[in-house]
């Protein structure tokens, strides 16, 4: 019976982990009894703990993979800079990071650059365009020597950090009484399953994963609130870094053409040093919606094939001939991300952000990047959404 148990929770996991609904029933090991549970250690699940910490609530994370920081992530090898595997932009002003790490002063000891590219080429296929006069002015700022994750790392973790549960994917949330009731199974190598209970529970895990019902709610979410789910998109994609012996490339190279009905489908190749202290020549891609179509199921090997293939037709073969090393982080593949970030922003996602938000019973809380009406889909969205829960989670406490 128990291998049984195992096997069919490896087919639910090599399986992209689909549907719970054909779960066995889970054995219970424990029941731990909290004032809120947060289900999702990405940025918005680490910013809701920060603010409950701030104010004394006993609270727990509960993360389904071994680490933290979800869509932020970093790699430290490929270059001689930290490489943003996932959020890498600051999309709005840098004084943002003083909201988010609680630091009025932060920006002393956090340097940031602008974005101040001058040269944007299109690849029409035959030859390259310059673009350079459409670039966005006031420029975005990335970080210099560190990464989103490294601001994480340094300014929210370290205060929430010993209150997450790690291995432990949420599979069901129990609102029939009084208390929550969260049930979990192991996130990678299923080891014995455990529940939780809270007064308040605030779910921030990407929206892929509450379209797929990878977590079953009891009693089920509203048909409204379902349907609003299913309005928000998220596309598939992924991100690749590739390093060269020459710079051959431009500050940015655009490969898909602008779609007004898709506009936030990425097929762009920039230089991923910009502004960086390195002696490395990084060239970044980003592959976001249809453009990513073609290479999401392809092996790493395949995909670093066909991107060498495509720039050595724009640059005769300079590509393949300095080609040195390349990570491939594939974010549709991801367990418990399953895409990248909003992608279909119009004047009717207010209205559906509203109906997503809305809390259950004020007991069920939402929050995470997908939910602000300000920047959806990004990192200062998901710690705003997070913000806006906690405040929420605080009015029903008083
Ligand atoms: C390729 C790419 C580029 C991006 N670029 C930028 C950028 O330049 N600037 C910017 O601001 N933003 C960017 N973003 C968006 C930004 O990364 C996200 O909006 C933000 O990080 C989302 O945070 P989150 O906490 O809502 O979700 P996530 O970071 O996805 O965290 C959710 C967490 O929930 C966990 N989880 C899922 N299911 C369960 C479960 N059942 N039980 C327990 N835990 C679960 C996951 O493992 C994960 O850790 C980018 C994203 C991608 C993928």
Not at 55 to 63: K, L, Q
Not at 113 to 123: C, S
Request: hydrophobic fraction near 40%.
């Amino acid at each position: 019976m128990k291998y049984l148990l195992v096997l069919i929770l490896g087919a639910f996991f090599i399986t992209g982990c689909s549907n719970p609904e054909v779960l066995p029933d889970i054995e219970i090991s424990s029941k731990d009894t909290y004032q809120v549970l947060i289900v999702g250690a990405g940025a918005a699940g680490l910013s809701a703990a920060a603010e409950l910490e701030k104010e004394g609530i006993d609270y727990r994370v509960i993360e389904a993979r071994k680490k933290y920081g979800g869509r932020l992530s970093a790699n430290y090898e490929l270059a001689d800079f930290p490489i943003d595997l996932g959020a890498e932009w600051i999309h709005e002003d840098p004084s943002i990071l003083a909201e988010i790490s609680g630091d009025p002063n932060i920006l002393d000891a956090v340097e940031v650059i602008p974005y101040d590219i001058q040269q944007m080429l299109f690849w029409n296929g035959e030859r390259l365009e310059d673009h350079s006069d459409e670039i966005e002015n006031p420029p975005e700022h990335k970080f210099k020597n560190t990464t989103w994750f490294d601001f994480y790392d340094n300014y929210v973790v370290p205060s929430v950090k010993d209150n997450i549960i790690y291995n432990r994917a949420v599979s069901e949330i129990d609102y029939t009484n009084d208390q929550v009731i969260i049930k979990t199974i192991n996130g990678t190598d299923y080891a014995p399953t455990e529940i939780y209970q809270a007064d308040a529970v605030i779910v921030a895990v990407p929206i892929t994963i509450l379209q797929q019902n990878y977590i079953r709610f009891v009693p089920d979410l509203s048909a409204k609130k379902k349907t609003a789910l299913n309005q928000i998109k998220m596309s598939a994609g992924l991100k690749i870094f590739m390093t060269f012996s020459e710079h051959f490339y431009p500050e940015v190279l655009i490969l898909n053409e602008y779609d007004e009905d898709f506009p936030y489908d990425e097929k762009t190749f920039y230089d991923a040093a910009f502004g960086k202290e390195s002696e490395n020549h990084v060239m970044g891609v980003l592959l976001v919606g249809e453009p990513a179509t073609p290479y999401l199921n392809l092996d790493e090997k395949s995909v670093i094939e066909l991107l060498l293939t495509e720039l050595d037709e724009i640059f005769e073969g300079k590509a393949s001939a300095t080609y040195e090393d390349h990570i491939v982080q594939n974010w549709s593949s991801e367990p418990y991300i399953l895409g990248t970030y909003t992608t279909d922003i119009d004047e009717k996602l207010d209205q559906t952000l509203r109906k997503v938000k809305q809390p259950i019973d004020d007991r069920i809380f939402f929050a995470g990047g997908a939910l602000d009406s300000e920047e959806p889909g990004t990192v200062p969205g998901a710690y705003r959404s997070a913000v806006e829960a906690v405040d929420l989670v605080f009015k029903m406490f008083k």
